[in-house]
């Protein structure tokens, strides 16, 4: 496997930065009047303007360099080839597969698996417009009103993010609820606020053995039965997806209400496949295949167009240059539309579960760090909170600014007020402002020189921070789909690039099995936990509690 520090884009990269570093955003846009122009890619509805990095025309030429020599085209062809990049786990990686228009073969394993996804989608189709039109009756001959998922990380977060953003175009009738944390309050407050004679719960685990998710859907399994008085309401009160028949069975849902997917479908990855029925029920499956059709024109713009001008393989190099050169520990979303409001919670599961590994492919250490810390909300609440460390706090930020062109519902005079915010914060975080710039506009106002004096280090701003703006032309099925497909190849190049396994997630095995045993040892039937079990501190949080409990 390619050695990242070895390869000869990597020193050079770094005495660009060095060079870099002797000068300024600012400057570069004066010196280069062409710089916001030449910097710039659009593709699918999307146009990514990331000439606010602090990056030169050579520096860049080097990161395509260092995408080159990290293999990029021929394990971008490896992708889409279905070889098994998820090593680990020894499995294929084709997402791909699933938002591709019928008539095209993708291959796993020898199989072609495209009558098969196609199959599922009918299902979907059928069962998403039986809820639609109101011909899916509960138990007591009622149409359904409340759909329910309940499933968490990749099971969650892309059909809730997607239901939220597309909520313009959703289904006037059926409310749409997420049922992620297990700590009892999120499903009581669902529950409460609905009726179960007209609640459908689709029960969403790729595995279908998620603690979480499976203590959820027991107690909605409960709380049906107790009010249905019979244990038949199940069957037409509950539907699952999973890969897991056979676990799906066992949890007592009738697998004929069961849409599955494939191992080759990370979970982080899986919007695009039956997790994705709670978008096909609430937009409809026309809208739902153009965000599929969206994610898909984004594929083949992924697969063919040169690095120089691919828009999530220029993402992702800019990100390189920021984590690797520049030292930039985090990486702020700020979506600036507030349906786009789950997006980065969205993303932080893509992109840090993803890429959050310090071991390579071939088990050696990362030589250098790999994701950022993610975070972020919509734009403008982080304005009035958390800005004020980008501007002027001492850890530079690395930000992605999403914008919608088109206002869709939203009144034109209001939406034009969030663009105009999304379009000054970058510039202000790219110029700053100087001490001469800071002084004459305090003199301007009037203000006596010895306040000028005390007030001027305090409205300075230092400037150069870097940013990227994504602009979509609307905020539609198809737009979307093209946005996140980008997102998914900025963090397939990264990982790439990197060396690492992007398709596994081994870190989050520790914190569950140890919660398996916390558990029992929280039941105050069970013995005192036996002081060599735990350190100090864990058993006395678990006494703590098991005391409580106890009053
Ligand atoms: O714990 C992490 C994780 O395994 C994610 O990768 C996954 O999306 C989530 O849990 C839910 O898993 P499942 O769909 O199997 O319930």
């Keep these: 496997m390619h050695d990242l520090l070895q390869s000869s884009a990597w020193p050079a990269l770094k005495a660009r930065r060095d060079a870099l570093l002797g000068t300024d955003l600012r400057t570069l846009f004066r010196t280069d009047p062409e710089r916001a122009r030449r910097m710039q890619a659009s593709a699918c509805g999307i146009t990514l303007d990331y000439s606010k990095n602090l990056l030169c025309a050579e520096s860049l030429a080097l990161l395509l360099r260092l995408a080159a020599e990290a293999d990029l085209p021929a394990r971008t062809a490896a992708l889409f080839a279905g070889a098994h990049l998820n090593a680990t786990e020894d499995r294929a990686v084709l997402h791909m597969a699933l938002r591709a228009p019928p008539g095209r073969e993708w291959m796993v394993d020898g199989v072609d698996i495209a009558a098969e996804v196609h199959a599922v989608r009918r299902r979907m189709r059928a069962f998403a417009e039986r809820l639609r039109d109101g011909t899916w009756l509960g138990h007591g001959g009622n149409p359904i009103t409340d759909v329910v998922n309940i499933g968490i990380g990749g099971s969650d977060l892309g059909p809730a993010m997607v ?190 579960e993803s890429n959050g590994k310090s071991v390579r492919l071939d088990g050696s250490a990362v030589p250098c760090p790999t994701s950022p810390i993610l975070w972020g909300e919509q734009g403008i ?35 034009r007020i969030a663009f105009a915010n999304l379009v000054a914060q970058a510039e202000a975080l790219m110029r700053g402002r100087t001490a001469a710039e800071a002084e004459g506009e305090m003199r301007a106002a009037g203000l006596p020189e010895e306040r000028i004096r005390e007030l001027l280090p305090h409205r300075v701003f230092g400037g150069n921070r870097p940013s990227n703006v994504l602009l979509l032309e609307r905020l539609d099925p198809r737009t979307l789909g093209a946005l996140i497909a980008a997102y998914e190849h900025r963090t397939f190049v990264q990982g790439a690039i990197w060396g690492v396994n992007s398709f596994d997630q081994w870190g989050v095995e520790l914190g569950k099995q140890l919660a398996a045993r916390v558990l029992d040892e929280l039941d105050p039937a069970t013995p005192a936990v036996a002081s060599e079990a735990h350190d100090g501190s864990t058993r006395g949080l678990i006494e703590r509690y098991r005391a409580q409990l106890a009053c």
């Design 381 to 415: 609440n982080g304005q009035h909170a958390y800005f004020q460390l980008l501007h002027q706090g001492t850890q530079k930020v690395a930000v992605d600014f999403i914008g919608v062109l088109e206002p869709g519902r939203a009144d034109e005079g209001l939406h």
């Design 163 to 352: 239901c939220e953003a597309l909520r313009d175009q959703a289904h006037p009738r059926l409310r749409m609820h997420f049922v992620s944390n297990v700590d009892g309050v999120q499903i009581g407050d669902v529950l409460r606020g609905c009726r179960p004679e007209t609640t459908l719960f689709i029960v969403a685990s790729k595995t279908f053995t998620t603690q979480e998710t499976l203590a959820n859907a027991r107690a909605a399994r409960a709380w049906l039965i107790h009010h249905a008085g019979s244990a038949e309401a199940v069957a037409r009160h509950f539907v699952a997806v999973s890969t897991s028949a056979a676990a799906v069975a066992a949890f007592g849902i009738d697998p004929a209400n069961m849409f599955g997917f494939w191992d080759w479908v990370g979970g982080r990855f899986s919007l695009w496949s039956a997790i994705g029925l709670p978008i096909m029920v609430a937009i409809g499956p026309e809208r739902f295949d153009a965000l599929l059709a969206g994610a898909h024109a984004m594929d083949e713009h992924f697969r063919s167009a040169p690095l120089a001008a691919n828009l999530p393989v220029l993402m992702a190099l800019c990100g390189i240059w920021n984590v690797n050169f520049l030292e930039l520990p985090s990486q702020l979303i700020a979506p600036y539309h507030q349906r786009l409001h789950r997006l980065p919670a969205y993303l932080q599961q893509l992109d840090m």
